[in-house]
């Protein structure tokens, strides 16, 4: 079957990279099926796209946030109707099961029609003026236009994560996907353009993160740059648009930890921690890939884990008897095979796998043996660097606080759960764990649209996306003073 090649979203318009260049967009399950050709967009796109997003720019703040809003839930009932084909490309491309992509669409659903019903609130305040016959307020002003930069694990829920928000608050936008994962956010993209999403409101342009996201964030014309990704791409963004003097908000990497305490429900502790440490195939932020285990439990709590570790199947995310699929790209899984030689080399004991599996039908994909560390301190280079793959390491704690000591000993701060009956150990942990999300006998896994999400420390940079906080994200704020005296009064002068 003939390759599609698939363009660039600019101004309302399809249209084909200037350079005259594509890149390939392939199966991680199966690296010779190539999914479609993507643009391998250049400088003079990149400005376009902009130019487009500027152009928009006062229609789209003009037009009242109800009509918006009205727009984006059009865009939540198309998710609906697609949302099964959506999460078929999506495994496709990124390889997650089917079950995980079929979640992916379905948070994008959830936030969109979360967060497109701001459009009724968008809720300022009224506040009492010090003086009389005076009315202050302060209302919500849009930023302007918007870069989204988005990573590939989520490839449709991440993408909403900024857009809907964006939009709603009267931003354009400029798109720039991760080059593993463009099809799904083509499509994406494609559902606001049948919603009605009036031209150049969002542009949509794919190209690799020095050609196009880093001109993209030292444009002159972009006032906020919405990041997710690592921690490192993060830095560099900061600093980019510190330099510019930009608004930026950043979702970046995690080391997330589980903490099993003696008095824990064991077997209700092993599946939190198999979802969170091996569900996307260990790909997500908020991964578990500590488990901080109390010494009295820690040898049955082992074998536990070790015997339901060794009954996952891998294989093609499309296929119901699948659990765990492929990482998304050979360098990963490299990345993740060298991780596995610096834990041996540094004295940790490997419980099992440790290696890329190539058996049978996954011979052609970035498959990854789930792997188990034990016998993992602290300060390892496993128990303190971002893996990104289906890596755990299990470590031993003598109680609560010195659980706690282990967690927080991370430069980064997104996610921590804790397993235990016990409600002041629960209270406690709420209390002293350094995260941006902490769960009660669950695991580091289970965002809701409806709550902030981002992480402390080398996590974000205080931003919280979701929840009504994206907002603030997305909003300058403008307080308002209307003085009905008819004669000049003097804030703080008049008696
Ligand atoms: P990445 O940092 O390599 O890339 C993220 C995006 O930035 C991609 O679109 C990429 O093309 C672009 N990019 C790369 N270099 C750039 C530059 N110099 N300037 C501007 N843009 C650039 O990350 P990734 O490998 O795609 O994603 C995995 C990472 O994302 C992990 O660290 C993971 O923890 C993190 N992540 C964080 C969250 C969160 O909400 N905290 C969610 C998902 C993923």
């Not at 005259?20 to 400005?47: H, M, V, Y």
Request: charged share 20%; with cysteine; aromatic share 8%.
């Amino acid at each position: 079957m003939a390759i599609r090649t698939y363009k660039n979203f600019i101004d309302g318009k399809w249209v084909a990279s200037s350079s005259g260049k594509t890149f390939d967009n392939i199966n991680p399950a199966n690296k010779k099926e190539i999914l479609g050709r993507f643009q391998k967009s250049n400088a003079n796109d990149l400005n376009n796209a902009v130019k487009s997003a500027v152009k928009a720019q006062e229609c789209w703040r003009n037009l009242p946030a109800p009509k918006r809003g009205e727009i984006l839930f059009r865009v939540g009932e198309l998710l609906i109707k697609h949302k099964e084909s959506l999460a078929q490309d999506m495994t496709r491309e990124m390889g997650k099961v089917l079950n995980e992509t079929r979640g992916d669409v379905q948070e994008a659903i959830d936030l969109t029609y979360y967060t497109a019903g701001e459009g009724r609130r968008l809720q300022g305040e009224t506040v009492p003026s010090e003086l009389n016959n005076k009315f202050c307020m302060t209302v919500r002003m849009p930023v302007g236009v918007v870069a989204a930069i988005t990573p590939w694990n989520f490839p449709i829920a991440i993408p909403s994560w900024k857009l809907i928000p964006a939009l709603i608050c009267g931003n354009t936008v400029v798109f720039k996907p991760a080059s593993d994962t463009p099809l799904s956010a083509y499509r994406f993209v494609k559902l606001f353009e049948e919603a009605g999403l009036p031209p150049g409101v969002l542009n949509f342009i794919t190209g690799t993160g020095t050609e196009i996201g880093e001109p993209l964030v030292e444009h002159h014309n972009i006032n906020l740059v919405s990041f997710t990704g690592s921690t490192d791409t993060g830095a560099k963004v900061a600093h980019k648009c510190a330099w510019n003097m930009k608004q930026y908000s950043l979702e970046m990497g995690g080391k997330n930890a589980i903490i099993v305490m003696d008095d824990a429900n064991l077997d209700l502790a092993v599946e939190g921690v198999i979802w969170g440490a091996f569900g996307t195939t260990g790909q997500r932020c908020t991964a578990c890939s500590r488990v901080i285990v109390h010494k009295k439990v820690l040898k049955k709590f082992t074998n536990l884990l070790l015997k339901r570790t060794k009954a996952l199947r891998l294989g093609d995310g499309l296929k119901n008897t699948t659990d765990v699929g492929p990482l998304i790209n050979e360098a990963q899984r490299q990345k993740v095979l060298g991780y596995c030689k610096v834990g041996v080399g540094e004295g940790a004991k490997l419980l099992l796998g440790g290696n890329v599996f190539k058996n049978g039908k996954c011979r052609n994909g970035f498959f990854f043996e789930p792997t188990l560390f034990a016998g993992v301190s602290p300060k390892m280079r496993i128990a303190q660097e971002e893996i990104f793959g289906p890596v755990l390491s299990i470590l031993e704690c003598k109680s609560l606080e010195n659980a706690v000591e282990i967690v927080n000993d991370s430069r980064f701060g997104l996610s921590s759960a804790i397993y235990t009956q016990d409600v002041n150990r629960a209270f406690k942990a709420i209390e002293k764990l350094d995260t941006g999300l902490t769960y009660i006998n669950s695991s580091t896994i289970g965002a809701e649209v409806q709550l902030p999400f981002g992480g402390t420390k080398g996590t974000g940079n205080g931003h919280r996306e979701a929840g009504t906080t994206a907002l603030e994200i997305f909003t300058e704020w403008k307080s308002v003073f209307v003085d009905y005296s008819g004669t000049l009064q003097k804030a703080q002068i008049e008696d």
